[in-house]
């Protein structure tokens, strides 16, 4: 099993900058993609931005050249610089790993508890 576990989140005046981190933990065999979900009351789930195993990075629009992922595979680690940040921004950011434990036979989906970014304006 793997699990992830999120920090950085908290609260940010508009234009403001947060660095939010995702370390995955637990008996894990291999993980791929990972990616940064957010989530409003009353909305759905949407992504954020991901990247793969080798670097190759996709956002989406309402965040393109504000937001940067990266990722640390040495430490199991994916991060999210939020630059610019809007009112707009505030939700519950969820860490998203596709991976595989040792006793797994196959990669799935491992999400995080999520962490609140608040920006006021």
């Known amino acids: 099993q793997v699990q992830l576990v999120e920090s950085g989140g908290g609260l940010v005046q508009a234009g403001g900058s947060l660095r939010l981190s995702c370390a995955a933990s637990?008996?894990?065999?291999?993980?791929?993609?990972m990616g940064w979900y957010r989530q409003v009351p009353g909305k759905q789930r949407e992504l954020v931005a991901s990247?793969?195993?080798?670097?190759?990075?996709n956002y989406a629009d309402s965040v393109k050249g504000r937001f940067t992922i990266s990722r640390d595979n040495a430490k199991n680690t994916v991060y999210l610089q939020m630059n610019s940040l809007k009112s707009e921004d505030t939700a519950v950011y969820y860490c998203?790993?596709?991976?595989?434990?040792?006793?797994?036979?196959?990669?799935?989906?491992?999400w995080g508890q999520g962490t609140q970014v608040t920006v006021s304006s």
């Open positions: 998203n790993a596709e991976g595989s434990g040792w006793y797994e036979g196959y990669f799935r989906n491992y």
């Open positions: 637990g008996s894990i065999f291999s993980i791929n993609g």
């Open positions: 990247i793969t195993k080798v670097g190759s990075t």
